[in-house]
């Protein structure tokens, strides 16, 4: 039996990849598949939060009781999360979301040229996590690092940089961890330098582990 520990709680949760698009038939997106951000969504449910979940394109079925608001970009993302944040008392930026979108969208496909070599000038997006973390207030902000080397030492910078309470550092060159897979082996690093250790677990499981700790911190 689970704890009703996240009564009266409100967890603005997102998850997935997001698409920049190039054509009308083509974008620039990442392996997200959305598994451990619906994981975290689906947990604090059961838990009896108030969940909202705003998700990139993603597979899975949207979790019973849990209020989803699909989006497609990040601009569109960054859209959906600043106008449900200020509800929330526990935001977790679980998505994937892209850092660069195409600088200009071709209005109708793109056609091949005689040239070997094609150019795509692309833009930086907003970074939501960064732009939540200047405007915290007594939310308990969460993210996620997900790194293929320096694991330990870019979550820690993310840390500081956006301004977080919690980040979990998420080694996706493990071979049961990251994108797609439905285990993962992860970190908690907190501003205090603290580090908790999770072993390999299945994402349902870093859930709740990762929604203990957000309590514990909250007091
Ligand atoms: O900087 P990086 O993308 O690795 O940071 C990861 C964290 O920042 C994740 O929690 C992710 O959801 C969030 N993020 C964001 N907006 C971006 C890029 C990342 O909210 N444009």
Known sequence: ????????????????????????VRYISNYSSGKMGYAIARAARLRGAKVVLVSG?????????????????????????????????????????????????????????????????LEKNPDILSELGRRKGHRTLVGFAAETRDLLENARKKLTEKNLDLIVANDITQQHAGFDVDTNVVRLLAPDGSEEILPEMSKDEVAHRLLDRILALRG
């Open 57 to 121: 394109p993603s597979a899975l079925p949207q979790p019973v009781g849990v209020e989803r608001i699909c989006v497609t970009s990040a601009a569109e993302m960054k859209e959906a999360v600043l106008a449900r944040c200020d509800e929330a008392t526990i935001i977790v930026k679980a998505a994937a979301v892209a850092d660069y979108r195409p600088a200009h969208r071709a209005e109708h496909k793109m056609k091949k040229h005689n040239t070997d070599a094609l150019n795509l000038e």
């Open 1 to 24: 039996t689970l704890p009703n520990d996240l009564a009266g709680e409100t967890v603005l949760v997102t998850a997935g990849p997001t698409r920049e698009e190039i054509d009308p």
